[in-house]
């Protein structure tokens, strides 16, 4: 395949950013990995591109004995990872803002220390009580801290009609199945409108997840032959070449369809495949999301077809040996975890009735590659059969996801020389050659849209109750009836079984990381 290049006019940029008003931002699990790794630099990004409110603090809790020099030490250390050539005056101005109160999440006498200091610092920072609570916890301490925020009265204003100034930010998983997701928003709900709920899914974050809607609403040429007239079949990949790293004790409990297929592959199903929103407003793009969820055609329990697991063994990541999920740390020696997941869904609508959705994710794959691949029906008739040409390959448009970032479009076209000479091009638009700067991090969107209490890339409890009542039967049957867990070795594109789930239908999974 030949690319060609794609000039795209510049003229017409249209950006609008809001900096976020007054703040203070309460991290539970402040001393963790998510605030080291993602959190700080983001706020510290949104502080450099003044989109962070000069009345802004953050108070970290957790249960690591520190004092706020050592906190803020720490976090200048995690910022100067990503950010090497911050002056160190101006790391200071920013870590200046920074607090931290140590203590057990379950004991009321650490709220009671929260409460005051919260508004301490509201006064010291001229902050009229917008609040974020963020929970960085793991989730099965979801429920203690939520229970005694509203104890100690933090989860409501002063004022009730400035409810939605205080927010909660829940990140995934909003529980195991169906059951425990209903539990953990009633407990939610007992404290919090869901108003005031930010539940994260930090691929809604990435710049080019938000560019499928962009892709789709704001051309008018492409909704016209976005349904079962004209695609054949969609192909959704999330594949990872990391193994479960230093998370198997979470991992193991959790599996690749809890970890990545309920939240982060049907929200870009969702994106892909939800009617045109009638705004760009929150809750007209969350309806339709819901709207989508519930149409997929519902798995039997006893569906044996649609669904194909895996885990992963002993194999070569770029020429590296690397253990088998059974060898990783913390993981149980005979788990029956699955590292890897495929499957075929429908989507019973107007638009999308009988066509195949093959969806796929999985761990230790040959490479990092997250894209939606789009296959358009092949010509009805080929005018070219007399040059041997009867079938012609089909157009596919690929919205790349990351790490390569843009959007494929395979045509045919003539080549020059010979009359009879067809082959496949690739127009290519590559955000990196385009805009050549990094996308910014996923956090740093969602942490502002939470401040501006704007929920539009925040899911909604009824879509992650849809997501659940879907998958609960398929997780279900393979707890009761045990389904067959195939092995693949690590650095493997696919294996057989995922294979027939596609090539039973005379189609084959799209190589990872075309260009
Ligand atoms: C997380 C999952 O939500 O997403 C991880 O828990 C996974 O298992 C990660 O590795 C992938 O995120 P990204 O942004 O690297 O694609």
Redesign the pocket.
């Known amino acids: 395949m030949r690319q060609v290049g794609l000039s795209i006019s510049r003229q017409e940029i249209i950006c609008a950013e809001t900096a976020a008003g007054p703040n203070g931002l309460v991290v539970f699990g402040a001393s963790g990995d998510l605030v080291r790794r993602k959190l700080l630099i983001s706020l510290f990004r949104l502080f450099q591109h003044d989109l962070l409110s000069e009345h802004f603090y953050l108070l970290g809790i957790a249960r690591t004995k520190l004092s706020d020099e050592q906190f803020r030490r720490d976090a200048q250390q995690a910022i100067r990872q990503k950010s090497p050539d911050v002056s160190p005056e101006y790391l200071e101005e920013f870590t200046d803002r920074l607090y931290y109160i140590s203590g057990d999440y379950g004991d009321m006498s650490l709220y009671a220390a929260i409460a005051p200091k919260i508004a301490e610092l509201n006064l010291k920072h001229h902050i009229d009580g917008s609040l974020v609570f963020y929970l960085s916890v793991p989730p099965f301490l979801y429920g203690t801290i939520i229970e005694q925020l509203g104890m100690a009265g933090l989860s409501c204003p002063m004022k009730p009609d400035l409810k939605s100034n205080i927010k909660l930010v829940v990140e995934?998983p909003f529980g195991k199945d169906l059951q425990s997701s209903m539990d953990l928003s009633e407990k939610i709900h007992r404290c919090f409108d869901e108003s005031q709920v930010y539940r994260i899914d930090?691929?809604l974050g990435?710049e080019t997840v938000q560019n499928i809607l962009m892709f789709r609403f704001a051309n008018a040429i492409f909704e016209p032959i976005w349904n079962r007239n004209y695609i054949d079949h969609v192909q959704i990949t999330?594949a990872?070449s990391?193994g479960?790293e230093h998370?198997g004790s979470y991992?193991d409990k959790s599996g690749a369809l809890r970890?990545?297929f309920q939240?982060?592959m049907l929200q870009m199903l969702t994106l892909a495949a939800m009617e045109p929103p009638i705004s760009f407003e929150a809750d007209s793009i969350r309806d339709e999301k819901v709207k989508l969820l519930r149409s997929i055609r519902p798995f039997r329990p006893d569906e044996k077809t649609s669904f194909v697991r895996g885990q992963y063994t002993e194999g070569l990541i770029n020429g590296k040996k690397v253990p088998g999920y059974l060898a990783e740390p913390t993981v149980g020696p005979d788990s029956k975890t699955e590292t890897f997941v495929a499957a075929k869904l429908f989507i019973d609508n107007w638009r999308w009735k009988d066509v195949p959705f093959y969806l796929r994710t999985g761990?230790r794959m040959a490479a990092k590659d997250?894209e939606i691949a789009i296959t358009f029906k092949s010509v009805p008739h080929s005018m070219f059969s007399s040059m041997g040409l009867d079938i012609m390959p089909p157009n596919v448009l690929i919205l790349q996801i990351?790490p390569q970032e843009g959007i494929l479009l395979n045509f045919q076209a003539k080549r020059p020389g010979s009359k009879s000479c067809i082959s496949t091009l690739t127009m290519n638009f590559s955000y990196e050659e385009l805009f050549g700067t990094e996308a910014p991090e996923?956090y740093e969107r969602l942490l502002l849209d939470c401040m501006l209490g704007d929920q539009t890339l925040f899911t909604r409890q009824d879509a992650i109750e849809a997501a659940w009542r879907l998958l609960t039967p398929i997780m279900e049957s393979w707890e009761k009836n045990g389904s067959v867990l195939y092995q693949y070795p690590a650095g493997a594109e696919s294996f057989p079984a995922a294979n027939e789930l596609i090539e039973s239908d005379g189609r084959k999974w799209y190589k990872l990381l075309r260009s």
Request: aromatic residues 12%.
């Open positions: 995934k930090h691929y990435k999330i990872e990391v479960v998370r991992y970890d990545m939240n982060h761990k997250t990351q996923a």
